[in-house]
């Protein structure tokens, strides 16, 4: 039984890549759901502004929640 599904944003150019990385391995490790995704060229808390190369991933976390939202009524 997965304890935690976690879906996670961090720019590559950021200070806490390596945390995030260390982070999704250990769940991942222990059974546990992990999406990490990693952007090129970006920084720490990048998905909180409103820009053109968020859109998409907006929209993809939006899918996700959804997912787990119906997955959770089941």
């Known amino acids: 039984l997965n ?3 976690a879906y ?3 720019g590559a150019d950021e200070i806490m890549l390596d ?6 391995e ?3 490790k222990e059974h546990d759901k992990s999406t990490l995704i990693v952007a090129p060229h970006m920084w ?3 998905p909180i ?3 053109k190369e968020n859109r998409r ?3 993809e976390f939006a899918a996700y929640q959804q997912r787990r939202e ?3 009524r089941e």
């Open 3 to 5: 304890r935690y599904n």
């Open 26 to 28: 250990k769940l991942t």
């Open 19 to 24: 945390d995030a990385r260390m982070l999704h």
């Open 57 to 59: 991933l907006k929209k």
């Open 8 to 10: 996670d944003f961090a």
């Open 44 to 46: 720490h808390a990048y």
């Open 49 to 51: 502004y409103d820009l």
């Open 70 to 72: 119906d997955e959770e």
